[in-house]
Structure formats: structure tokens, C-alpha cells
């Protein structure tokens, strides 16, 4: 990171998660696919990046560890994925593969979650320069699955925090990651939607999340029905109101 300068400014691009699942454009770089599955029978892939624009870029590479502290991510430098090559130049209109894998086999109880950090190096600032340079920094989910087969498995839980708002919790206890795009609200019996979320956000093995819901109308049921879209489908639970 000490190709930076301090006229650079770092913008984050959380891919996989907003993003379309076969393509990915941010800037001028093109990126296919936006995510990548590893395990001991396939312990390499490809990625293909792609200058779109109209002048060379410097990229550089890193992967780290991904793991969750309560319902934060934490990101740690990790030798357990080898990327190659870690530092190039694409010119315009052309290519780039990169290679991915694994520097060991996977033997853990649980889906190893990481991040391939692909992150473009500007060129130095001219003398006098006095403005501000944006340089891409795209976060690339590289997941290991589990060595016996294993999926994720979410606990909700729901909090009335005021007369017009919900607060949802969800635990992910199982050995893999879920994906969550999106959580409905209704009261029981009812589909008229009570409140609904983008969540957009991954939910590691042992993470948790809570969203602060605000209620459409005026309710005071005790129990609330949820409704969230998963990469796994849809999941519904009936949830009782607790107290803050």
C-alpha cells in the first residue's frame, strides 16, 4: 500500500454483493466472475480483468483473511491463497487472467471466507498538483468450502425499539455463508409489507446482524412476520417481539 500517495483517496467497491453475478464493471475495469469458489477438488480458478478504458493501468493484488468480529468484517493478510501475478499492467481494450488457489488443502469444520483486494496504482501526481486522486480498489469474495459438506443456518430475532420501528437481528450458527438481499416485515396473516430492507450484505459462520426496520403505519402487534431473500432462496420465520 505504500505505492499511495497522500493525494490518494481510496474508494471501496464491495463486489458480490450489489453487483450482477456473471459481470462486473467500476471505472474502466471489467471483471469476470465477481466471486470465486475454491475447495480441495478445485483448488485453483481464473479471473479475467479488463481494461474498458482508454489509457494503461497499474493494478496490484492482495488477499486477505475474512472474518467477522461480532458484526463487523475483519480483514487480516493471509498466505493461505496464492494470487498470480501480483503486480501488472493492462493496456486498453486488453485482458488480464489471473490465477487463484489454494497454497494448501482445506481440512477445517467450516467455509474458510476470504478476500482478493484487486487495486489500481496511479500514476504520481504532477508537480504543483493540488487536486484529488481516486483509485479503484475493488474486494473479490474467495470462499473455501468446508472439508465435509456443510451450509448456513440463520437465527432471527426481532426487538421493538419504538412505536414505529423493529429491530432485526440475524445469526448465521451454520458452516457456511449466506448471502442476504433482502428482508420483508408483514404482520401475521397479513401481506401488506409492515417494512422492508436491503440488506445486500454476507453473513459469515459464527457472524451476526441486526437492521433497524422503520415501520410503514402505525402497528402494536406482538409478533411480526419475516420474510428475507436469500442466496438460498426465500426463508420465512414468525418472530416474537421482545423488549429493548
Not at 464493471?25 to 475454491?38: A, K, Q, T
Not at 478476500?115 to 480498489?137: H, M, N, T
Amino acid at each position: 500500500m505504500c505505492l499511495f500517495t497522500r493525494y490518494t483517496a481510496r474508494l471501496a467497491l464491495w463486489l458480490g454483493v450489489t453487483l450482477c453475478p456473471l459481470w462486473a464493471h467500476s471505472g474502466s475495469l471489467g471483471i469476470n466472475p465477481i466471486r470465486v469458489d475454491l475447495s480441495a477438488a478445485r483448488p485453483t480458478a481464473a479471473i479475467t480483468l479488463s481494461n474498458t478504458g482508454g489509457t494503461s493501468m497499474v493494478v496490484q493484488l492482495q488477499v486477505s483473511k475474512w472474518s467477522a468480529a461480532g458484526e463487523e468484517d475483519r480483514y487480516d493478510p493471509s498466505p493461505d491463497i496464492l494470487v498470480t501475478p501480483p503486480i501488472f499492467t493492462i493496456a486498453p481494450g486488453v485482458s488480464q487472467i489471473i490465477r487463484v488457489g489454494l497454497s494448501s488443502a482445506s481440512g477445517t469444520d467450516r467455509e474458510l471466507a476470504y478476500r482478493l483486494f484487486v487495486e489500481e496504482v496511479p500514476s504520481p501526481p504532477k508537480p504543483g498538483y493540488q487536486g484529488l486522486q481516486v483509485a479503484l480498489r475493488l474486494g473479490i469474495p474467495v470462499f473455501v468450502e468446508a472439508a465435509q459438506a456443510t451450509q448456513s443456518k440463520l437465527q432471527w430475532s426481532a426487538v421493538r425499539t419504538g412505536a414505529d420501528a423493529i429491530s432485526i437481528q440475524v445469526g448465521n450458527v451454520g458452516g457456511a455463508h449466506a448471502r442476504i438481499l433482502n428482508i420483508n416485515l408483514s404482520a401475521p396473516g397479513e401481506s401488506r409489507i409492515l417494512a422492508s430492507q436491503v440488506a445486500a450484505s454476507y453473513l459469515l459462520p459464527g457472524q451476526t446482524k441486526r437492521w433497524n426496520m422503520r415501520l410503514s403505519r402505525p402497528w402494536q402487534g406482538r409478533q411480526v412476520y419475516l420474510s428475507a431473500t436469500t442466496d438460498q432462496g426465500v426463508t420465512h420465520a414468525e418472530l416474537e417481539l421482545q423488549s429493548p
